[in-house]
């Protein structure tokens, strides 16, 4: 099952080489992101009934943690996906883009989801190599126009990013250390799997270390501050189904992978260490991203700023903790991937439609784009917490685990934060919808393909706003138990 999920992302981008037209290339690279969707949710189903998949001898696996990633990368993939046809045709249209281009975009395009399916159904230390995967793939998506800005912003990612995965390197290395000295030199002593069964038994001072790198190393990935400065200058410069998944899935993945970690550590060094960690590291995100969202001229980077901000928000609920706190941290990266890959076709609609990404020069969306605006609208209130969308669920489960756990400063801290961020956020999205159009913009949506990408992600925006499903909830708590090392606990809370 996980060798079909892998291996249909890397065939769409074989068959994308081999076709000769546009309309060939779209309609291989949409089939085989509706495959892609229907095996993930395949697997999903499978574990949330029958549990841990294991296949190459262990090397590949899912729980439902992977499995919970997985999903997201399924989804975000196939809307964007969805999202590419319209706003990469439109680029076609206009001589920005030449088939070749194209060609080359929709082969990375899939290569890039392989390796975030990957980085989902590794089982082992070994998971820096996918995600180092990662870097090398969006690197040459960031490049796909060859314009100077977006060379330096390639760099500049690819640079800070190897970095940290240095980082992340050298704490899988001590990981790998403190296991040998229980397992001895075996296979297993890589494997998530075998690693969480004995991880009460590694020596403290190794994994506090150990955390450490990986939290620097995997933070720099997931943008988490002050590691995140090649962050706003990639998501700017990426076309924006590449942001969406930049934004939605690849930061994901990276926090995925601290938060493996932090269940291995945390039996060792004990929960306040690695809890810490994480609420200052979230903290600083907030508090880094705040001015920079509030003084913004570019929207596309006042959208990556926010990322950093829900990273952020993110690392504060698994440092919070307890039941609410783990579980409002899962809700928010699913909530999060949703509505920031909105946001980012909506800034993609934008930027076809008005040829810059400056916010002082645009205006009047809502008149120009009706449906486009309506949904950026949406959006921007989902994206900055506000009831009744999806972000406030998932916002408001963090803040009062943060309350139940005593973490008080923290938490007021965390309710300032997201105040002021809204302010400056909706300031600036409201003088970008509202008003008049520039002169010389004609009325009108850039493509169907795009709208219908953004309908899909508008209906996840509003339904879990007001609506939890019980098997979706179900599914998160399961991997809540996947994360809590102090399972016998977390279940006393029940259902809520």
Request: charged share 10%.
């Amino acid at each position: 099952m996980i060798e079909y999920l892998l291996f249909i992302p890397i065939l769409t981008g074989v068959l994308c080489f081999l076709t000769r037209s546009k309309t060939q290339i779209e309609a291989v690279s949409l089939t085989g992101s509706t495959v892609t969707l229907i095996l993930g949710l395949n697997l999903v189903k499978y574990v949330y009934q029958n549990g841990i998949i294991m296949e190459w001898t262990n090397t590949l696996f899912a729980d439902m943690f992977s499995a919970f990633i997985v999903l997201i990368v399924s989804i975000v993939g196939f809307v964007a996906s969805i999202y590419s046809i319209g706003y990469m045709g439109h680029e076609f249209k206009h001589g920005i883009l030449d088939l070749k281009k194209l060609r080359l975009y929709y082969i990375l395009f899939h290569m890039f989801m392989f390796t975030m399916l990957l980085v989902g159904v590794t089982n082992n230390l070994g998971l820096w190599i996918a995600i180092e995967m990662t870097t090398l793939v969006s690197t040459l998506l960031l490049i796909l126009y060859l314009r100077k800005s977006s060379v330096e912003a390639a760099w500049k990612y690819m640079t800070i990013c190897t970095v940290g995965i240095t980082f992340a390197l050298l704490g899988t290395i001590l990981t790998y250390y403190g296991a040998v000295k229980i397992m001895g030199e075996s296979g297993d002593a890589l494997n998530w799997t075998s690693l969480i069964k004995v991880a009460d038994q590694f020596d403290p001072t190794i994994m506090k270390l150990a955390f450490i790198f990986i939290l620097i190393g995997y933070g720099t990935k997931a943008g988490l501050a002050p590691m995140h400065t090649w962050l706003p200058d990639a998501h700017s410069e990426a076309p924006s189904p590449v942001s969406a998944l930049l934004s939605g899935v690849l930061l994901n993945c990276a926090m995925y992978g601290i938060i493996r970690f932090y269940s291995i550590a945390t039996k060792s060094t004990g929960i306040e260490f690695t809890s810490n960690l994480l609420i200052v590291f979230g903290l600083l995100s907030l508090g880094i991203a705040m001015p920079f969202i509030i003084l913004q001229e570019d929207y596309k980077r006042m959208l990556a700023y926010s990322s950093v901000e829900h990273m952020g928000i993110i690392a504060i609920g698994i440092g919070f903790g307890g039941t609410f706190g783990v579980f409002g941290a899962l809700l928010h990266m699913f909530n999060h991937a949703m509505t920031k890959s909105l946001m980012f076709f909506g800034a993609g609609n934008v930027h076809l439609k008005h040829g810059t990404k400056e916010i002082g020069k645009v205006s009047g969306v809502v008149k120009s784009m009706p449906v486009t605006g309506a949904m950026l609208l949406i959006g921007g209130l989902a994206i900055t917490g506000s009831p009744p969308f999806s972000l406030f669920i998932s916002e408001f489960i963090i803040l009062w685990a943060g309350f139940l756990q005593g973490h008080i400063i923290a938490s007021v801290l965390f309710l300032l934060f997201i105040i002021m961020i809204f302010a400056g956020f909706f300031y600036n999205l409201s003088k970008m919808i509202f008003g008049n159009p520039k002169p010389g913009i004609t009325p009108g949506e850039v493509s169907r393909w795009t709208l219908g990408a953004m309908v899909i992600l508008v209906v996840f925006v509003f339904v879990l706003g007001v609506y939890i499903p019980p098997t979706f909830y179900d599914m998160i708590m399961k991997v809540v138990a996947v994360v809590r090392w102090d399972d016998k606990k977390w279940l006393i809370f029940g259902q809520f």
